[in-house]
């Protein structure tokens, strides 16, 4: 069984040892809702779908040895869709985790949030801390769903700290620096992400990671988050790698 993986392992790493993999990789999961409309099903089939290509491509960017995986699941303005879809949306974090955890403390995986999850129902919080608990020591990838998640409202969250601060006399407003703004973000220990990938054509932020992306990468692919596997995932890698990043520079 050992034997297996290690040779498993060794042909993935063979196919893609030309590959320079990113230390974090963002992505937002667009085209769940038209995929499913294209079969003539209901909107959270695609959703489903749509969880199963999460454990896809977690499976593959821990196997790539990528460090950080960051998956828009649930943004502040999903909440203004229909109830049922709503619903629906906060129980697939319990499903993914009921059928996904033991895989991914096997795979030596932490699992992590950012966002205003305090806002979430009950039931998904707890599956949630649960697999956060039982995967706090793992060292491997850090895969970081973004849940009730909102970049403005991010920002403005560290302002208010920030103001505090300087309130209390902690800081002075000579303190105010990208570094302290950083400090107060959800994302305050995850280094920022070099590629962002959204998936479905669409070509905008949404509000997702909006201070972290200043210099990311962006590729925007027409697939739809359900028909997204470790094939697409290589083929961003290769457009990643085919560009060159100067950070302003020359
Ligand atoms: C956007 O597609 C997708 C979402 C708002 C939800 C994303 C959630 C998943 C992919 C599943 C997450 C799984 C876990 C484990 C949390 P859309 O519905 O806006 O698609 P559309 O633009 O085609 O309508």
């Not at 491509?57 to 995986?69: M, P």
């Not at 999903?78 to 993914?96: G, T």
């Not at 305090?118 to 956060?132: G, M």
């Not at 932020?205 to 596997?229: C, H, V």
Request: some cysteine; charged content about 30%; overall charge neutral.
């Amino acid at each position: 069984m050992i034997k297996k993986f290690i040779k498993q392992k060794q042909q993935i790493n063979n196919q893609d040892n030309e590959l320079s993999i990113p230390e974090h990789i963002a992505i937002i999961m667009d085209g769940n809702g038209r995929w499913a409309k294209n079969r003539k099903m209901p909107r959270i089939k695609g959703h489903y779908e749509g969880m199963q290509t999460v454990k896809k491509i977690t499976r593959k960017a821990s196997d790539l040895g990528v460090k950080y995986l960051t998956l828009y699941a649930f943004s502040t303005e999903n909440w203004s869709r229909p109830e049922d879809e709503v619903k629906y949306l906060m129980k697939l974090p319990v499903d993914f985790l009921k059928t996904f955890l033991p895989e991914l403390i096997e795979k030596n995986v932490k699992v992590t949030t950012i966002g205003f999850t305090e806002a979430l129902p009950k039931h998904t919080k707890n599956a949630i801390e649960e697999a956060i608990e039982k995967t706090k020591h793992n060292t491997g990838l850090n895969l970081v769903f973004a849940l009730n998640y909102g970049g403005r409202a991010e920002i403005l969250n560290a302002v208010k700290e920030l103001y505090h601060e300087v309130e209390e006399g902690n800081l002075t407003i000579d303190d105010l620096c990208e570094d302290n703004i950083k400090k107060y973000l959800f994302t305050s220990d995850i280094p920022d992400p070099e590629l962002l990938i959204r998936t479905s054509g669409e070509e905008r932020l949404s509000n997702f990671l909006i201070w972290q992306s200043s210099y990311s990468e962006f590729i925007f692919t027409k697939t739809l988050w359900p028909d997204f596997d470790e094939q697409s995932l290589i083929d961003c890698l290769k457009i990643y790698q085919s560009r060159q990043r100067r950070f302003g520079g020359l």
